[in-house]
């Protein structure tokens, strides 16, 4: 993938500014994205008959793209097979703060608001290369190691494209910070990190002997922040081809 | 707080019935104020002019009813002023589960939808009680450590509360899951957990000496998972008055 011009944002509206608290916006490509491929978990909201829905979903970013997917029998995708609003969420919970009073109780967190209309992947080319990287985005060349998808598999997938049109990230990262008085009672104020790590593998009870874990796994070791196994299996995963390759997969 | 009636659970209509996978579908009010009572973080969508938005916040259970909080300038809660339907979803993620194929990768997870009105507190004794549970529902005990909220703190936070009307808990926990005949390949399959832990409490660089760090922040030890630590925290500061305590900072 074309590396991001650095200087490349997202613009700037009614919809996406950060309102509250906006010396923590950040909507620049390079944050927005940073934070999105360290994660792989996002919440999608949409809009179903004027009542809100809030969705968890597996997600991955190519360009200025986002995908998810899902079962073509669920709410949201039915919902969304047109082309519908929606919003995709990122929340990175870095923190509880606890600070010398009440007010000033918080979280330090990186989150991203990616804004866009939302739409079914139809194309059957479009449809199986967005099923590679739904695999390989976590697991850089595992659908190399597979068993293929079947032509029903294929089918019973449904895949969510969304070009990202506004999007904002926010970011609190200082932890306690007390009015300049409360610092002198004697109060016990702290930072409580959160990290969400990678546990011990479990293999299949029921792989065959002489099975090895494949070297491809092995960024995601016990104890390792999930949000580096992941930055840089989507580093490797997109590494190349180098021009053009980005948009491969999305149908004009 | 009374106990939960153990055979109560939320309605199920075309709201939140689990569409897909409906097996992984709960309604419970067990199940559903479990997975939400373990967390602080949900993400919450709701409806600006038909455009959908989602939210990460902290927020609290009390009885059937939700809270959360932000700055009255937020974006969000000038939306919920009047009443406005919302959706908060709390997921935990278990795990990733790689499959002998690319359609059964998939992740262990617990997430809650829970759908309602949200509506801002205004009463100024309302709005007290609710702040001093947003900090002690974290860590029972503490606000009375704190100094205390001034007027000014008070008027300039918000709290949104919303009585569950709807609510569903989706689960999966069952790793590797293949097709039958897909176990005599020759492929790594494999559940990799994810853990969300604490990490080690930074005490304010600017605490007084001899401050210690209070005994009822003792359940929030490095490594522990902080579901744990919430679940436990959680009925500790709802434990107690008994009888009809639970809705005393509710508005009629």
Not at 11 to 22: E, G, I, K, S, Y
Not at 193 to 202: K, S
Not at 214 to 225: C, K, Q, S, T
Request: glycine content about 6%.
């Amino acid at each position: 993938m074309a590396a991001d011009d650095v200087s490349a944002a997202y613009p700037v509206d009614a919809r996406n500014r950060v309102r509250r608290r906006h010396d923590r916006g950040h909507y620049d490509h390079a944050t927005v994205h940073r934070l999105l491929d360290a994660a792989c978990l996002g919440h999608v909201a949409y809009v179903v008959d004027g009542w809100p829905y809030c969705t968890p979903t597996l997600f991955w970013r190519q360009d200025t793209r986002l995908y998810w997917h899902g079962s073509s029998a669920s709410r949201m995708l039915r919902t969304l097979a047109d082309g519908a609003p929606a919003c995709l969420t990122v929340t990175h919970f870095d923190s509880l703060v606890l600070a010398r009073c009440g007010f000033n109780h918080s979280a330090d967190y990186r989150s991203v608001m990616a804004f866009g209309t939302a739409r079914l992947l139809t194309s059957p080319e479009a449809k199986r290369r967005a099923l590679v990287m739904m695999v390989d985005r976590l697991f850089p060349g595992r659908t190399a190691q597979l068993r293929a998808s079947t032509t029903r598999e294929i089918r019973a997938t449904s895949v969510i494209s969304m070009t990202i049109e506004r999007a904002s990230a926010k970011i609190r990262a200082k932890g306690v910070a007390d009015e300049e008085e409360d610092y002198a009672l004697p109060i016990h104020a702290e930072r409580l990190p959160i990290h969400t790590v990678i546990g011990t593998p479990e293999p299949c009870p029921r792989s065959l002997p002489g099975v090895a874990r494949p070297a491809n796994l092995g960024g995601y070791r016990p104890g390792r922040a999930l949000e580096t196994a992941l930055a840089e299996a989507h580093a490797a995963a997109f590494a190349g081809p180098p021009d053009g390759a980005e948009t491969a997969y999305a149908e004009a």
